[in-house]
């Protein structure tokens, strides 16, 4: 784990896996611990991954004022981990909520960003979220699952906002309810921040027509990653946004849920270092923070 300082004082985390060019990592939740995204499915096998723990998450430290938890506040974060490395320009990966954190980035910082990848990324910040619809669309997939009868019903009602959040649909969000999914399933609540997330949440963190304009003016190359059986958002709201971007393509990882890393971590790993394409250099720049041989696997990274 290496630290860093934000502008406003608050000292924050990331975790380092992998080798070769940077790619910096946003989480989703909003607001849980990189830890839940592991290596990403192999992916620090293609980059050195920098995933950055949002403050008042993980290793990061809890800000003086609640305040700075709003998506739009968190941007000087992801800038000031951006200046902490030294890079003109960075990959971008963001995953879930995390998709909103970085598209405001890109929307506020577009010379910043090389590539920028959305992984089942949810689009509060351009006003474009999966409606029940969408999610329920996605749930009735599952129909032939021997846990769907039980779940469904407590999902429609979560979805028609007459029931509350019940760990029963929890298998909704993943491609295969497995002993992989229940175990990553299992760590949310110690990994969350909710009331942070609350206030990553806060309405006026949003300016969806101002975000929309900026983002149709970013240069960089877009990804927009989609789960087949994702709800939340699936490949068609995927498709919506991408078209908020200029140069942006969407995929869609057969099968795949929510976490699609963990449904097929091979197929997810090879696309999206095919997208980044082939490290520039074995001696980046960036190597000069951490020494060679530097991986998940090493006690305290």
Known sequence: MQTFTAHDGTRLAFHVRGEGDPLVVLPGGPM???????????????????LLDLRGTGGSAVPQDPATYRCDRLVDDVEAL????????????????????????????PERVSRLVLVTATPWAPDMPATPEDRLRAALLRADEPWFDEAIGPFRAWLAGTGEFDPVFA??????????????????????????GDVFLSPDAFDPPATRAALARCPAP???????????????????????????????????????????????????????????SPSHPLARHFPRGLSAAEPGR
């Open 222 to 280: 877009v990804l927009v990653l989609a789960g087949e059986r994702d709800g939340g958002p699936g490949p068609e709201p995927a498709h919506r946004c991408a078209d908020v971007f200029p140069r942006a393509e969407p995929a869609v990882q057969p099968g795949a849920g929510h976490y699609p890393w963990l449904d097929d971590p091979r197929w997810f790993a090879h696309r999206i270092a095919a997208f980044l394409g082939p490290n520039r």
């Open 32 to 50: 849980r611990a990189s830890d839940h995204l592991g290596d990403l499915g192999g992916l620090a096998a293609h980059r050195r991954l920098l």
């Open 82 to 109: 951006r200046e902490h490395l030294g890079l003109e320009s960075m990959d971008l990966l963001a995953h879930s909520a995390g998709g909103s954190l970085a598209m405001l980035y890109a929307a506020r910082h």
């Open 171 to 196: 298998p909704f969000f993943f491609g295969r309810w497995d002993d992989t999914a229940r175990e990553h399933d299992a760590g949310a609540d110690e990994e969350s921040n909710d009331g942070a």
